[in-house]
């Protein structure tokens, strides 16, 4: 098995394995970080998309049958892994291991372990975050940079406060068999109107229910300690405003790509707001990319998504401007476009407006924190019913 091994990689790390999984083969290269409790194979849309196979290099008869090879036949290799606490990789016990600063040095060693000088990043929900501590680390190394249904750390991480995100939290926590799990997960990861679409004789949620069903009861549950770790890297995440400056300063074009709809409501698990203030903070080098769909829209709006990200790379292959790739200027009578032109012609409103803004947040995170602990208490209670009867559920794909 392909292995990463941390030791001796600058990581400071003993003992720390990465697995990972490389496909397609040629000169441009793209690394894919996934998210919490995800492993490698949840890039699956992706990688056929990008590399033109799901067949590994490490595996016999590998057939490319489609990527960005066009007029110039060039061909994209792309790899995958699962970050520490998850998969085939190590699992560290202690919540201090596990940190976005701390994961994104391991892609780093493992671009070092492949002999990739430099590599398109992409990264999905937590991944986003690893990615984007990487591109703050080493932004030389960064030929461009997606983030897909990425959120901030801390508060941000909680979903809205709503009868939605209520009802998804407590079933979560009251899930004690295969089908209950696979319940939920659908609810979380995909809109309304997508599992109901009919597919054949039956809608889509029935498809993928008894899909996860079959999953969830052939795998074992993700580690305490992996799961713990993991939730504690996306709590401590933070960017600082000289990690931003750092992206910026690199010039690499950004594409931030979320899901959202207007009929059911935005990406259950990461707030779309994150994402475009996000975007904004690293303007003009980010494209915001709203499509239909839940925080699993690369698998929701595949054809979609990695179209994107192929236009991503050829922009960044062609040296366009920044000012040609983004698409928030366009955007400029919305709230954020207004926020940025107030900021510059009127100093004393805005500060008077940043001071509502700060007194309703702190409302907000006081709601939150109290969602929080109701949350950790229904928790605990979980794992004293679970000493009783154990379940065994699947990773997640998020």
Request: charged fraction near 20%.
């Amino acid at each position: 098995m392909p292995y990463c091994n941390l030791t001796g990689a600058g990581t400071g790390e003993k003992g720390i394995k990465l697995y990972y999984r490389t496909y397609g083969r040629g000169p441009i290269k793209v690394l894919l970080i996934i998210g919490l409790a995800g492993t490698h194979d949840s890039w699956w849309p992706q990688i056929k998309g990008l590399a033109g196979t799901h067949v590994a290099n490490d595996d016999e008869s590998v057939e490319i049958d489609g990527c960005l090879c066009e007029e110039g036949g060039v061909g994209v290799e792309v790899c995958a892994f699962d970050n520490r606490g998850m998969g085939l990789s190590s699992i560290p016990t202690k919540r201090s291991e596990y940190t976005t600063t701390i994961m994104a040095k391991d892609a780093i060693a493992l671009l070092d372990h492949l002999g990739w000088s430099k590599a398109h990043v992409f990264g999905h929900s937590m991944g986003g975050m690893i990615a984007c501590k990487l591109a703050a680390l080493v932004p030389d190394r960064v030929l461009s940079l997606a983030l897909l249904n990425v959120s901030g750390g801390g508060f941000e991480c909680f979903p809205k406060f709503d009868r939605l995100a209520l009802s998804i939290g407590i079933r979560f926590l009251m899930a004690r068999t295969p089908e209950e799990r696979a319940a939920v997960d659908l609810d979380t990861h995909y809109t309304q109107e997508y599992l109901e679409e009919l597919v054949e004789d039956c809608t889509r949620r029935d498809l993928l229910y008894r899909e996860y069903v079959k999953n969830i009861s052939a795998n074992g549950m993700q580690s305490n300690h992996g799961f713990e770790g993991q939730i504690n890297a996306c709590w401590t995440h933070k960017m600082i405003d000289a990690e931003i400056e750092a992206i910026r300063n690199a010039g690499f074009l950004v594409s931030v790509i979320h899901g959202s709809s207007l009929m059911n409501r935005h990406d259950v698990i990461a707030r779309i707001g994150h994402a475009r203030r996000l975007a904004w903070k690293l303007h003009p080098y980010t494209k915001m990319v709203d499509l239909h769909g839940g925080h699993l829209v690369s698998h929701e709006k595949t054809t979609e998504v990695n179209e994107e990200l192929l236009d991503l790379i050829r922009a960044s292959q062609a040296n366009r401007s920044p000012q040609d790739w983004t698409n928030l200027a366009d955007a400029a009578t919305g709230w954020s476009g207004t926020w940025l032109m107030m900021s510059s012609t009127n100093v004393g409103l805005l500060t008077n407006m940043s001071s509502v803004y700060c007194i309703i947040e702190r409302l907000n995170r006081c709601l939150i924190y109290f969602f929080g602990l109701f949350v950790l208490l229904f928790e605990y209670a979980q794992r004293v019913l679970r000493r009783v009867k154990p379940v065994r559920v699947s990773p997640s794909l998020t």
